[in-house]
Structure formats: C-alpha cells, structure tokens
Nanobody, 121 residues
Framework: QVHLVESGGGLVQPGGSLRLSCAAS????????MGWYRQAPGKQRELVTT???????YYADSVKGRFTISRDNAKNTVYLQMNSLKAEDTAVYYC???????????????WGLGTQVTVSS
C-alpha cells in the first residue's frame, strides 16, 4: 500500500504565494512521475503540472510562468510553488504518483486526499 499526504494549502490573497508538498510512503520501489491536479467547485478535476523521475516537467497553460513543480527523489516528495495566485486558482489540489511497486513493472496510480487552496481578498 502507498499513501500520499499533501500539506501547505490555505487562504492567500490574490498575488500571493503558497507552497504545497506531497510525501509518498509505503511499498515504493521508485516513483515514475508525480504531479498535481486540481478541482474547483462544480468543475472537473484538471491536470496542473507533472514531473518525471528525471525532472522533465509539464505545465497547463493556465499556470505557466507562475507555478513551479519540483521533486526530491530521495524523500519521495513533490513540491508545488505557486506564485502570483489568482482567484481562479481556488480549488482542492490533489497529488498524484505513478509508483513502481514491483521493479520493472508498470506503475500503479495513487492519489492523495487533497488540500484546499483558496485565493481571496
């Protein structure tokens, strides 16, 4: 079993910054890709950003230039630095990890429970 625990959410004013963290623990050989998704009220969950084990990143157009994803492979942890936050960034942010549970086999997808980010004055 693998557990993902997010932290760092909260209330911030427009233009402010937050840093999210997500730590994975459990039966992990390694982690292929990690990422962040978000879901705003009344909307579908959407991909925000991903990072491969080697550090290659992808960003949704809506967050390019404002958000930065990084990871610490030794700690099985992924981070999301969010700057210049806007009201439309308000959502529950979910951590996702594609975990290599058995060496050499296809990864298994795991999700955290989410952390609320609210951008409001």
């Amino acid at each position: 079993q693998v557990h993902l625990v997010e932290s760092g959410g909260g209330l911030v004013q427009p233009g402010g910054s937050l840093r999210l963290s997500c730590a994975a623990s459990g039966s992990i050989f390694s982690i292929y890709a990690m990422g962040w998704y978000r879901q705003a009220p009344g909307k579908q969950r959407e991909l925000v950003t991903t990072i491969t084990r080697g550090g290659r990143t992808y960003y949704a157009d809506s967050v390019k230039g404002r958000f930065t994803i990084s990871r610490d492979n030794a700690k099985n942890t992924v981070y999301l630095q969010m700057n210049s936050l806007k009201a439309e960034d308000t959502a529950v942010y979910y951590c996702n990890a594609d975990v290599e549970v058995v060496p050499g086999q296809e990864g298994v997808d795991y999700w955290g429970l989410g952390t609320q980010v609210t951008v409001s004055s």
